[in-house]
């Protein structure tokens, strides 16, 4: 790669989040990094079940229509112990 581009791409700001959200302790947002403390009290305390986090789902499979499959990346899931529901949650 030529110089000159290589010091035009190192120029460019980073982007900014749509809701001026800033990363904090390698979460999206202090807002998410709060609520995945909270989930690891309540699961070290038995109350919910194993915490996951970003995890992916396939809402519509790839079609010859439709090439690119429809997905969603969950912030946490995890199983609430009281009732056995599992809980699919994004902190917004």
Do not use: C, W
């Not at 909270?38 to 070290?44: D, V």
């Amino acid at each position: 790669m030529p110089e000159k581009i290589r010091k035009a791409y190192s120029m460019t700001p980073p982007k900014r989040h749509k809701y001026n959200a800033r990363r904090v302790a390698g979460y999206a947002s202090a807002r998410e990094a709060k609520r995945a403390a909270e989930l690891r009290i309540l699961e070290q305390a038995g109350k919910i079940g194993p915490l996951n986090e970003q995890v992916p789902y396939t809402l519509l499979p790839a079609t010859a229509e439709f090439p690119r499959a429809l997905r969603y990346i969950a912030d946490f899931t995890y199983v609430d112990r009281e009732t056995g529901q599992v809980v699919i949650e994004d902190a917004k």
